[in-house]
Structures are given as structure tokens and as C-alpha cells.
């Protein structure tokens, strides 16, 4: 037997299993990601890198306008290919990398429709009124407008629910008392016990009737006596 041919097919084996290799160690930690009514898309991925030197690659749908890597303290080099972010590690680190997209949901009428491929466990924001219509994720837990995933190719599509917001006026109860109605302040003055002249004299009056009365009563009485 030859024995060339087991090395060639050995050597092959190990070209063709590098990349799986050196994937397996590119860990994707964690990822959240926010979409806003427009359909606009923003976040970050965090990916632990103990392959380097390597690429990590992350598609990202829309029009990828703002992008940043970081490790530690150090900006990393980034590439834009269409919709592909790659980012050079040279060293052994957790890699942040941030990013601004427009329209990375696409608008059909009233309806939205987000397509994106999730390398590790996210957290997606979607806008405060937004309403599920569709999705293929598997779903972790949903908290208010946050939906968690994990990872894999999702596809949501949603709609914006119309919030109609009436107007209210609300009067409290002090413009109401000013408005409305007066304040006033109860006096302490006693009242007045002063007697008008008219009412003197009818007193007066009265009481020269009542005299000259019991003198008229006092002169018959002595009258009957002396008779």
C-alpha cells in the first residue's frame, strides 16, 4: 500500500477542518440589538477571540452607515463587504463591536420585516407599540418590547400600532377657588351694640308711659283710702 496516499488524504482532512477549528474559538458572548420605528437597527455584538490572529465576520442587514471594533482600549481595524463586518483580531481578547444600520427592516406598507443572523444569545428591543405578527425565532423570554433569542437565522415581522393620545385639561383646586369663587376672611371685630338715636327715643318714650301710668295708679289707691 502506498503510504502517500493516507498522508495526502490526512493533510486534506486537516485543511478542510481549520476553519471549523478556528470558528469553534471565535465565542460569541452576548449581543443586543435595538430597532426603532423606522426600522432602523443599532447595537453590539461581544465576542470572545482565543484564535488570533483572525477575522470575525458578522452580517449585518441595511445600510450600515456607523460601525466601531474595540478591545479593551484599542480600536481594531474593520471592513465593510455589503452587508459583512469583518474585523481583524491580532490578539487573544473580547472584541466589542457597535454599529448603526437604516433600514435593516424592510417597510411593506404597514408591515415590517427583519431577516438577520444571529451568532450568539441576543436581547432585540423593538419600538414600545410594535406588534408580532410573524417569527421563526426560537424565543427565550419576552419582557415589555424585548424579546430574547437565541441564536440562528430569525425572521420577525411586525407592525407599528397607532397610539392615539387625546388631550386633557386638568384644573386643580386652586385655580378653582381663584377662578371660581372669592376668599374671605371672617372678621373678629365683635358686632357694633351701639343704639341708633331713633330707638332712644322710643325707649325713652315708653318709659315716661310707664311711669306716668303707675302715678295714676298710686293717686287712685289713695283716693279709695280716704274715702
Known amino acids: 500500500m502506498n503510504i502517500k496516499v493516507p498522508i495526502l488524504l490526512s493533510l486534506i482532512f486537516i485543511i478542510f477542518l481549520m476553519p471549523l477549528v478556528g470558528h469553534a474559538y471565535q465565542s460569541y458572548q452576548y449581543s443586543q440589538l435595538y430597532i426603532d420605528e423606522y426600522g432602523d437597527l443599532s447595537g453590539y455584538f461581544i465576542v470572545n477571540v482565543t484564535n488570533a490572529p483572525t477575522v470575525v465576520t458578522i452580517n449585518i442587514p441595511g ?14 481595524p474593520v ?29 411593506k406598507g404597514e408591515t415590517f420585516f ?18 408580532i405578527i410573524y417569527t421563526n425565532a426560537t424565543i427565550q ?63 325713652l318714650y315708653g318709659f315716661i308711659g310707664i311711669v306716668v301710668v303707675i302715678i295714676a295708679i298710686a293717686v287712685l289707691l289713695l283716693l279709695r283710702r280716704s274715702k
Open 114 to 131: 427583519l431577516d438577520i443572523d444571529l451568532p450568539s444569545y441576543t436581547n432585540l428591543i423593538l419600538p414600545s407599540n410594535a406588534v
Open 63 to 76: 445600510n450600515i452607515s456607523a460601525y466601531e471594533a474595540v478591545s479593551g482600549n484599542t480600536s481594531l
Open 141 to 203: 423570554g419576552i419582557n415589555g418590547n424585548t424579546i430574547s433569542l437565541y441564536p440562528g437565522n430569525i425572521e420577525i415581522e411586525y407592525s407599528i400600532q397607532n397610539i392615539t393620545t387625546t388631550s386633557t385639561t386638568t384644573i386643580t383646586s386652586t385655580s378653582t377657588i381663584t377662578s371660581n369663587s372669592s376668599t374671605s376672611t371672617p372678621s373678629t371685630t365683635p358686632p357694633s351694640t351701639s343704639i341708633s338715636p331713633t330707638t332712644k327715643g322710643i325707649i
Open 79 to 107: 471592513t465593510i463587504n455589503r452587508n459583512n463586518v469583518s474585523v481583524l483580531v491580532e490578539n487573544n481578547s473580547i472584541v466589542n463591536l457597535s454599529f448603526i444600520s437604516f433600514n435593516a427592516a424592510m417597510q
